[in-house]
């Protein structure tokens, strides 16, 4: 098969164009000819030697991919029925960047109806990612009234950030978003939040000038850094900060007493390493929750740019210089090289 590999550490120009042995699915595995692979910031990480791949898994970048079931262990747990020729989207470890992937059969979920392969293929990581980090460690629901809480997502017109603004609006929440230019911000205005340009407006000022001072219930950060001791200040009481980057910085100094005072929660986890259960049990939740609101029109992923897969050295270079609005895209089958 032809996959993209990184051939040494380093900029964008390290992906290359190679072939590879199909891979072959193990216990409670299958084999996907992969349509459409997304493009995520890890895949960035991974490619500058900083992200290296768990134990086990194929040294490929690529966390989710779209395709046709061709081979396999279908059966055991097998919740959504899948089977040989069924069209399903995947969470993988790594490997995605490939004409063949293999995956838990319990990471696969089936194409939502309506939706073409490559918008299947931009849904794991950023729905796995929100509703883990949101809705599960972030407990974002309804408050001591019984009225839906609210968010600030922090880098709204990423892939995360559309994910997380179109989840929690179309689940009734009030949602606020910081992007860097006018362009970003009217995006994610149009998806359901009251965007703040970060450029030239501070969110903290802005969130409590719109909610009287209260403040927001839940943060979702790929930031961390500078902004930490900001966001502790704009969380209401019982607030949640939600780790998942650290784009601005890993360490901080922050007032506990303001923790302690307020009764905050300071939280945050990665997806890569989680154990098949872990991701199997997600599966489901997003099934159950999130599937309906895919297949309603309530959610839809935003697509930036879909590039050939031989030009994913030109997709990395688009993600770093962040001037994209929800996902970057790749897409199989690739022309014979001449």
Request: aromatic share 6%.
């Amino acid at each position: 098969m032809q996959a993209i590999e990184i051939a040494q550490p380093g900029a964008a120009d390290v992906l290359r164009l190679t072939e590879r042995p199909i891979p072959r699915p193990g216990a409670g595995e299958v084999l996907i000819k992969v349509a459409a692979a997304g493009v995520n910031r890890p895949d960035v990480f991974q490619r500058q030697g900083n992200y290296a791949p768990p134990p086990g898994a194929s040294d490929l970048p690529g966390l989710e991919v779209a395709g046709e079931l061709i081979d396999g262990d279908f059966g055991g747990d097998n919740p959504f029925g899948l089977k040989q020729g069924d069209a399903v989207c995947a969470l993988l470890a790594g490997g995605g960047y490939a004409e063949y992937a293999v995956a838990p059969l319990r990471q696969c979920l089936p194409v939502p109806k309506g939706f073409s392969m490559i918008e299947a293929a931009a849904l794991p990581e950023n729905y796995f990612t929100v509703w883990s980090n949101v809705f599960d460690r972030g407990r974002l629901g309804l408050n001591a009234e019984g009225a839906p809480e609210s968010l600030l997502v922090q880098g709204g017109s990423s892939g995360i950030g559309v994910t997380a603004i179109q989840l929690a609006h179309a689940l009734g929440h009030r949602v606020f978003a910081t992007a860097g230019n006018a362009e970003k911000c009217a995006a994610c205005e149009k998806l359901g939040a009251h965007a703040i340009n970060y450029r030239e407006q501070d969110f903290v000022v802005e969130v409590k000038k719109h909610t009287d001072g209260h403040g927001v219930d839940v943060i979702l950060d790929m930031v961390a850094g500078d902004y930490v001791p900001r966001e502790l200040e704009l969380l209401a009481e019982d607030g949640r900060l939600v780790f998942i980057a650290t784009l601005g910085g890993k360490r901080v100094d922050i007032d506990a007493s303001l923790i302690m005072r307020r009764r905050l929660t300071i939280t945050g986890s990665t997806l890569r390493a989680r154990p098949v259960a872990f991701k199997a049990a997600l599966a489901r939740r997003l099934h159950e929750k999130v599937w309906p609101l895919l297949e309603s029109g309530q959610a839809r992923p935003v697509i930036h740019q879909v590039f050939p897969a031989r030009e994913a050295a030109k997709a990395h270079a688009l993600m770093e210089s962040s001037e994209h609005i929800g996902k970057i895209m790749l897409e199989w089958p690739v022309p014979a090289l001449s």
